[in-house]
């Protein structure tokens, strides 16, 4: 059974940094695709970053955000610096087997975890 679990969200003041986690059960990120997307209340899910074999990212987090794993491929990070109050949403981790396509709002993602929640205040 495939399973995906966030941990690492919370509440910090403008400019801080926060890192999120993402703990992967039965299946690997290795040669897979990892992906976080986050969702704000009333607004659609939108895409923050992926990774297969390089990483990609939206526009809004270059140079503030970084993804990556750990060597097994258990694991999937996502490193939040320089934070802004739009930044405020629920992440959420995802899982895709192969590749990484383009898939602004998730549609092409396999599992999801239940998401951790960030907040940004100024």
């Known amino acids: 059974q495939v399973q995906l679990v966030e941990s690492g969200g919370g509440s910090v003041q403008v400019g801080g940094s926060l890192r999120l986690s993402c703990v992967i059960r039965g299946v690997t990120f290795a040669n897979n695709c990892g992906g976080w997307f986050r969702q704000a209340p009333g607004k659609e899910r939108e895409f923050v970053a992926q990774?297969?074999?390089?990483?990609r990212y939206a526009d809004s987090v270059k140079g503030r955000f970084t993804i990556s794993r750990d060597n097994a491929g258990s694991s999937l990070v996502l490193q939040m610096n320089s934070l802004k109050p739009e930044d405020t949403a629920t992440y959420y981790c995802?899982?895709?087997?192969?590749?990484?396509?383009?898939?602004?709002?998730?549609?092409?993602?396999?599992?999801w975890g239940q998401g951790t929640q960030v907040t940004v205040s100024s």
């Open positions: 995802a899982y895709r087997r192969g590749g990484c396509p383009y898939s602004p709002t998730g549609r092409s993602f396999d599992y």
């Open positions: 990774l297969y074999s390089s990483p």
